[in-house]
């Protein structure tokens, strides 16, 4: 009996054995097959990102309107296929996919380039100019520079450098309130010449009419009911006879170019206007002069939703406020950008005291302009203006969404939305 039992014994376990081997091996088969899956997929997936990181680095360090993709380019033991297409202006779409073997996974990223005018302040050098005391900048801060500070000037917004924060001396206590970052540059750099398709497609150009390149000056004086009085002066003439027409007739896309030449403005905007004065290799052009004061019919601070009134300042040489000792403290609403200097302020030591320039925008440039000379108060314990214009900076915060027509963009594209797996791609 007891060799029976064993034998019995034996039998059951062997074909018990029989039974759980087979599904040991299927199982081995199917973690072989499960570890094949994910890794062919991981692998096509990690290609396509990839794909879209070289192609990012193509478009910002390379060539910003690169649009020549890859098709079926060997990487990483698979092959990649990535497509450029534009959505709008500065706006476009990268499609990447990965290819391992028979797997495939798709990317898709939608990239933009920052509008300057999303900045309160943003120049390329600091040169031997600081930011002092009195001194207060709203929004977001960057310099291509050192940011030299002077005293205790105050920056509200987020601050990046692409080298650091460097002290006059120390009796200089800078606040930075929502602290400072090193970032790398982005150059204050654009061209003018779309802008100026874009004025003659549906905007408005002015320039010498005579054909012989003289300078070109245009005075632009913006009235609260939506109008704007304009006259003209060719080489230094006489200017002509005031016209006021509706800004939507004179610039029915918000873009006034002059060519060669410069504007003088002040007034009360009601409407949306960039204005651009254009060098064109002349000295003596490519400047936009703050007369006085230039605002909006309703001031964005106290009612942002209310306001849609949007104004864009563009010197290839410089935004400059002219020297009257009359004028006092005054507003400017905009967001201004200019490409070979700052914003000057002419003979700003020659003014009896110190002044208030009250800015609801944003200051773009090559480099930081002096506006005031400064003295050590012993009671204050800190430099303090003596003559010309301190800035008193609000960032319009309505900048982050909407910018004034045309206003010019940075070089680099960041990506604003990117998609992978089985996810819905709305339309843009």
């Known amino acids: 009996m007891g060799g029976k039992v064993s034998l019995f ?3 059951g376990f062997a074909g018990i054995f029989a039974l759980f081997s087979k599904n040991i091996m299927d199982t081995s088969t199917k973690t072989v097959d499960n570890y094949a899956f994910y890794f062919s997929k991981s692998q096509a997936h990690h290609i396509a990102v990839s794909g879209i990181h070289m192609a990012m680095m193509e478009i910002n360090i390379n060539d910003p309107k690169w649009t020549t993709g890859f098709s079926d380019k060997p990487f990483s033991g698979g092959y990649l296929d990535l497509s450029v297409a534009t959505l709008a202006s500065g706006v476009i779409r990268l499609t990447s996919i990965g290819k391992y073997g028979s797997y495939r996974d798709t990317v898709v990223v939608t990239a933009k380039q920052r509008s300057f005018a999303e900045y309160g302040n943003y120049y390329n050098v600091f040169n031997n100019v600081w930011a002092a005391t009195g001194d207060t900048f709203d929004g977001k801060f960057h310099a291509n520079d050192w940011i030299q500070c002077y005293g205790d000037p105050v920056f509200k917004g987020v601050v990046t450098t692409s080298k650091g924060v460097k002290l006059y001396d ?12 090193l970032q790398t540059n982005d ?4 061209d ?6 874009d004025a003659y497609a549906g905007g408005k150009v002015f320039r010498d009419t005579t054909n012989n390149n003289k300078i070109t000056d245009v005075k632009l004086i913006f009235n609260a009911d939506g109008t704007v009085r304009y006259s003209v002066s060719i080489n230094g003439k006489p200017y ?9 007739d004179l610039a029915p896309n918000g873009l006034i170019y002059i060519e060669r030449g410069n504007a003088h403005i002040k007034g009360t ?9 254009s060098k064109k290799g002349t000295t003596g052009a490519g400047r936009v002069l703050i007369d006085n004061t230039i605002q909006y019919a309703v001031d964005p601070l106290a009612h942002p939703d209310l306001c849609d009134d949007y104004l864009g300042l563009v010197a290839e040489q410089q935004v400059e406020i002219p020297f009257d000792p009359t004028r006092g403290d005054f507003t400017i609403h905009a967001s201004m950008l200019s490409q070979s200097g700052g914003l ?3 003979n700003y030591s020659s003014y009896p005291k110190a002044y208030k320039m009250n800015i609801v925008g944003g200051i773009i440039g090559n480099n930081v302009e002096a506006t005031a000379t400064y003295v050590w108060d012993p009671i204050k314990k800190q430099y303090v203006p003596s003559k010309g214009y301190s800035y008193i900076h609000k960032y319009d915060k309505r900048f982050d969404i909407e910018v004034p027509p045309y206003f010019p963009k940075m070089r680099i594209f960041s990506t604003i939305a990117w998609y992978e797996g089985e996810v819905f791609i709305p339309a843009f």
């Open 9 to 11: 014994l034996v039998m």
């Open 170 to 181: 120390k009796n200089s206590h800078p606040k930075f309130e929502d602290g400072w970052k």
């Open 187 to 190: 150059p204050v750099k654009f």
């Open 192 to 197: 003018t010449a779309a802008m100026r398709i």
């Open 240 to 248: 002509t006879p005031e016209i006021t027409v509706p800004i939507s």
């Open 269 to 277: 905007l009601n409407g949306q206007v960039t204005i651009v004065a």
């Open 344 to 346: 000057k302020v002419t």
